[in-house]
């Protein structure tokens, strides 16, 4: 077995190919590193720990010539390269760079290759959108509304679209839920990122070893032959029920380890209310059932990554007004806090993340009376989080049925419940992977496989994705974003979300005619 991989510098990347690398059918691993100076010290590290079983590939990930070099004779490819936030929040031309055209480069690469090796493609839970209490189950084939402004899952989501109907002959599809990885503290101070996390967004955290780990066990399992039907289907990494949270409790069990909590260094005005992204996965046994990879509990890694930090322990001796003075304060004036865009009024971001800049300043500064998931004032915490008690998403079809089942007739269900119709009259059965034509409620014609709208969740192409973000407006056509949209937005709510010629938010509101 060789294997190429993306993102090695990462934190799951990391862990995918240390742990790869213990397996004896790992022949090769080939790995691509940009060409910044500061991988230099990592490619050096890995020939010295691998020798020849490693190769390195410097270069852009969007560079074709570099993804033919990466993945030339091998037989497994890992994408897990990504711009993240906080970066791509200040950079979205990074992001757009490396999530979606350096996918879609990889991706082309794959397809010239003779045979194509078998392709893996990390996508993210933030294509979901933004969740709370009244649907805080997920699964595969939920309608994907990325949330307005959100560079990282807007160019992630065109990134795996174009995966899924580009044609490979043997792909898979899995996205990563929140990650829990030994520097998470140490990442997150630099910016207004956390206070991003809505106090009830529901969290499911799986540890960046764990997610390495299930890359070890596909492979391992793959080579054995022992998993066939595992691929070209889209799954969502979890860690089930011991990785479930919301924001609020994901804050205390952080800042626990500095002697802190979410009520000591916050209060409910410096947190969204809205236009996040999190879940927890009703489907997430899935990949566990094929690969029994969950293993970390998220409030043991917590402890644990407060135990490799040993500076950590002497913030539970320093006064916790001394913390808030000197970090928490500064984070919440940073220019990607939402608590700085209700000072700057900045209406836009502060409509999408609370509703209206009323709506925002109205927010209480005390944690009396604000109603939290993780107090139980929505019912039995534990309750609430047990699979059978989740509140599906309708799809518009029969799901009982398999995809081999699948017929035009299912299609065209499908299709009224997104506010369109199929305009191919007929369909093998089960040609789940042959591209048919849909038409929106637009009149926006476009191609599509039956896997990637029915299981990928994925619609139009023209007005059902960022940019700009239309969601308001969309949910009065289509039913299946509206099941859960209006979750967390009113009904009267009318305002399109976009970006100006400089890259700066903006937003309208149409009238109900428009």
């Known amino acids: 077995m060789k294997v190429a991989m993306t993102g090695v510098s990462g934190n799951m990347g990391r862990e995918a190919l240390a742990q790869s690398m213990e397996l004896a059918c790992v022949e090769l691993a080939r790995v691509l590193l940009s060409d910044k100076s500061k991988n230099d010290k990592l490619a050096k590290q890995l020939k010295k720990k691998y020798g020849k079983r490693i190769e390195i590939v410097r270069g852009n990930i ?5 993804c033919d070099a990466l993945v030339k004779d091998v037989t497994h490819v890992v994408h897990m390269a990504a711009v993240i936030p906080p970066r791509s929040d200040a950079s979205p031309a990074a992001s757009y760079a490396c999530n979606l055209l350096g996918a879609v480069a ?8 003779s045979p194509q090796p078998k392709y893996i493609h990390i996508s993210t839970v933030a294509l979901y959108g933004n969740r709370n209490e009244k649907h805080p189950f997920g699964r595969v084939g939920d309608p994907l509304l990325v949330s307005p402004f959100d560079h990282y899952a807007m160019h992630k989501l065109y990134g795996e ?11 898979a599809v899995l996205r990563q839920t929140a990650m829990l990885h030994p520097n998470m503290m140490h990442d997150n101070i630099s910016d207004g990122l956390m206070f991003h996390t809505a106090p009830n967004a529901p969290l499911e955290w799986v ?12 492979l391992e399992r793959d080579d054995a032959g ?8 889209i799954y969502n990494i979890g860690a089930g029920f011991k990785g479930m949270e919301t924001g609020y409790d994901t804050f205390n069990d952080g800042f626990a380890i500095i002697g802190g909590s979410a009520e000591k260094f916050f209060k409910p005005k410096y947190l969204a209310s809205r236009n996040f992204h999190g879940l927890w996965f009703y489907d997430g046994g899935e990949l566990e059932e094929l690969f029994h990879y969950q293993r970390d509990d998220v409030h043991e890694y917590w402890k644990w990554i407060g135990s490799q930090h040993k500076l950590y322990k002497l913030g539970r001796f320093v006064p916790k007004g001394l913390i808030d003075l000197f970090l928490f304060r500064k984070l919440r004036n940073h220019k990607n806090s939402p608590y700085r865009w209700v000072k700057n009024g900045d209406t836009a971001r502060v409509t999408a993340t609370f509703g209206s800049m009323e709506q925002a300043k109205a927010l209480p500064d005390k944690w009396e009376g604000f109603k939290l998931i993780a107090k139980g004032d929505f019912g039995d915490y534990d309750e609430m989080r047990k699979t059978e008690n989740a509140a599906l998403l309708d799809h518009g079809y029969d799901e009982s049925k398999d995809i081999s089942e699948w017929t035009i007739e299912d299609m065209r269900e499908a299709a009224r419940f997104r506010g369109g119709e199929t305009l191919t009259e007929e369909m093998e059965k089960g040609a789940a992977y042959r591209k048919i034509l849909w038409k929106c409620h637009e009149g926006h014609e476009f191609e599509a496989s039956p896997y990637t709208v029915l299981r990928g969740g ?7 994705q960022p940019t700009p973000w239309d969601f308001d407006r969309l949910s009065k056509h289509v039913p299946f974003f509206a099941q859960v949209w209006y979750d967390s937005h ?11 010629d400089e890259g700066k938010s903006v937003m309208r509101r149409l009238d109900d005619a428009q």
């Open 458 to 464: 994925h619609w139009c192409p023209v007005c059902c």
């Open 62 to 66: 969007a560079d074709a010539a570099v």
């Open 106 to 113: 990889l991706v082309d690469a794959v397809k010239r290759c």
């Open 226 to 233: 022992e998993v066939p039907g595992f691929w070209k289907k």
């Open 161 to 171: 679209r174009y995966c899924l109907d580009a044609g490979l002959d043997c792909w």
């Open 207 to 218: 540890s960046s070893r764990d997610s390495g780990y299930l890359i070890k066990r596909i």
């Open 490 to 500: 009113g009904t009267e709510e009318n305002y399109v979300y976009d970006l100006d």
